[in-house]
T-cell receptor
Framework: EADIYQTPRYLVIGTGKKITLECSQT?????MYWYQQDPGMELHLIHYSYGVNSTEKGDLSSESTVSRIRTEHFPLTLESARPSHTSQYLC??????????FGQGTRLTVV | EDKVVQSPLSLVVHEGDTVTLNCSYEVTNFRSLLWYKQEKKAPTFLFML????IEKKSGRLSSILDKKELFSILNITATQTGDSAVYLCAFMKTSYDKVIFGPGTSLSVIP
């Protein structure tokens, strides 16, 4: 069973606030990812990491930032939330074999 | 530019029908193709395909990859209402280990 956790599951926050979405995995995977998905729409990769101290931007431009100080932890931060950031954010990690395992997602609403 | 195309984008069938979902790709440095099922929240892993012509099976689901023609199919036999979901095709490249997703096929199975 995949052990990857995201918190919070739901977040409603006011414009201009700083937020951090947490993602942790206990599988020892080096590779971790953040995807953004609007309802009924495609998954878009916004950040990924090959391992500790490695982070890269994904294919979809995002105003968020990430850090990877520990293997198991890959938080995503928005310095100043805006309504356009309203979306679902999915964290994933993958083994060397390739299959990615996903957390349950954080549904963010910025009002 | 790498590209993944899934067809059809949406499909409605009756219980008991057999469906075939298609995924075609144009990817440089292709490493593997992955299929995922996404119901309400996060995608769940179904298959990883690396070699041509080898069918992977799991219950009523099966998948095969054709690396010469650059496509994969996902078959679901004797469909059930619980098969209703979005089925995502994704790929990984040898040059970097991002998992990139296609747009998905939305399958609805009606009683």
């Amino acid at each position: 069973e995949a052990d990857i956790y995201q918190t919070p599951r739901y977040l409603v926050i006011g414009t201009g606030k700083k937020i951090t979405l947490e993602c942790s995995q206990t599988m020892g995977h080096d590779k971790m990812y953040w995807y953004q998905q609007d309802p009924g729409m495609e998954l878009h990769l916004i950040h990924y990491s090959y391992g500790v101290n490695s982070t890269e931007k994904g294919d979809l431009s995002s105003e968020s930032t990430v850090s990877r100080i520990r293997t198991e932890h890959f938080p995503l931060t928005l310095e100043s939330a805006r309504p356009s950031h309203t979306s679902q954010y999915l964290c994933a990690s993958s083994s060397d074999r390739g299959e990615a395992f996903f957390g349950q997602g954080t549904r963010l609403t910025v009002v | 530019e790498d590209k993944v195309v899934q067809s059809p984008l949406s499909l409605v069938v009756h219980e008991g029908d057999t469906v075939t979902l298609n995924c075609s790709y144009e990817v440089t440095n292709f490493r593997s193709l992955l299929w995922y099922k996404q119901e309400k929240k996060a995608p769940t892993f179904l298959f990883m395909l690396t070699s041509s012509g080898i069918e992977k099976k799991s219950g009523r689901l099966s998948s095969i990859l054709d690396k010469k023609e650059l496509f994969s199919i996902l078959n679901i036999t004797a469909t059930q209402t619980g098969d209703s979901a979005v089925y995502l095709c994704a790929f990984m490249k040898t040059s970097y280990d991002k998992v990139i997703f296609g747009p998905g096929t939305s399958l609805s199975v009606i009683p």
